[in-house]
């Protein structure tokens, strides 16, 4: 099953709390995950940010509405309870409570007016904006973050495509120094892009110290790298009784070529066009930040009164 939205989760959520005990969010999202039978990989998935649990993000917005509609309350720090209103809801059994449902109640209501006016500026709209929508802030903002993620992405690659195969050579030498290969850039390996040595354009050390080397082949395609093209270098690395290489192109790889780097003994890494544009964003290499946003949410330890 797949995971819930959070309106979803919103009647469970209250049915839940419907003995009247005080309950954690954690008793929630356990029950939840077993109202919903969720597996143990989907209770476990990560938002794109990798900061938290998507289920546990979303039974936290259905507690969040829920509250903002004083069906439930939160008695103490992380602890919450159901509402009279609330068990008044229950009462007449409804089929769903989502946004829509909980325009009933005013106070509900002023929040999501409050909510609009603090983001008439922002394009795209998340919960607090429409009420039937089905994905948390969080997932909003993350969603527009992977958008224009992959947009620079392929403008990379676009660049990328329109420079020298020597700049090229030596942007691989950046990403691989920026990751911790080979010290300073002054002294990471000896020069990309030399002739006559077999399929091999260059040489890095793998630390600080150089107490192994890694080989590397570096192609400024477009079309796909297949079998043949990682068997010569397989075999150049074997020439120079070599244990690690990285095959690195601006392209894609064919399914053989994946298939015969995974099986061989020698190590290949095969890095294609979007992975190399991934490691450019990940490492600042010929990127630079234009805008930063900071999420922030309210720190309860602060407000713990001893």
Not at 136 to 153: K, N, S
Not at 198 to 225: N, P, Y
Not at 256 to 282: C, E, F, N, P, Q
């Amino acid at each position: 099953m797949a995971i819930p939205d959070y309106q979803t989760c919103m009647l469970p959520f209250l049915r839940f709390l419907g003995d009247s005990e005080e309950h954690s969010l954690r008793d929630a999202e356990e029950s939840l995950g077993e109202y919903f039978q969720l597996s143990a990989t989907e209770r476990a998935e990560l938002l794109a940010s990798g900061q938290q649990r998507v289920f546990k993000n979303r039974i936290g917005w259905a507690r969040t509405y829920l509250k903002k509609a004083c069906l439930i309350e939160a008695p103490k720090r992380g602890v919450f309870k159901i509402t009279d209103r609330g068990l008044k809801v229950l009462s007449t059994n409804p089929v769903r409570i989502d946004g829509k449902f909980l325009e009933q109640f005013p106070e509900f209501v002023e929040f999501r007016e409050i909510s609009k006016k603090t983001s008439e500026n922002i394009t795209a709209s998340g919960p607090a904006q429409n009420p039937s929508a089905t994905v948390t802030p969080e997932e909003e903002i993350e969603r527009a973050y992977q958008g224009l993620r992959e947009q620079l992405a392929q403008e990379l690659l676009a660049v990328i495509l329109s420079c020298s195969p020597v700049f090229f050579e030596q942007l691989v030498v950046d990403v691989l120094v920026k990751m911790g290969y080979g010290g300073s850039r002054r002294d990471a390996g000896e020069r990309i892009g030399q002739t006559g040595d077999g399929g091999i354009d260059g040489i890095i050390k793998e630390d600080r110290l150089g107490l192994d080397t890694i080989f590397i082949q570096a192609k400024r395609w477009q079309g796909s790298v297949g079998r043949p093209e990682i068997q010569k270098f397989v075999g150049a690395l074997q020439g120079q009784r070599a244990r690690k290489g990285v095959f690195i192109t601006t392209s894609t790889f064919t399914a053989d070529a994946i298939d015969y780097a995974s099986r061989i003994d020698t190590k290949v890494v095969l890095i294609d066009g979007k992975a190399l544009s991934a490691l450019m964003i990940d490492f600042d290499v010929g990127v630079s930040a234009s805008a930063s946003y900071v999420v922030k949410r309210v720190d309860s330890d602060y407000f713990e009164e001893s």
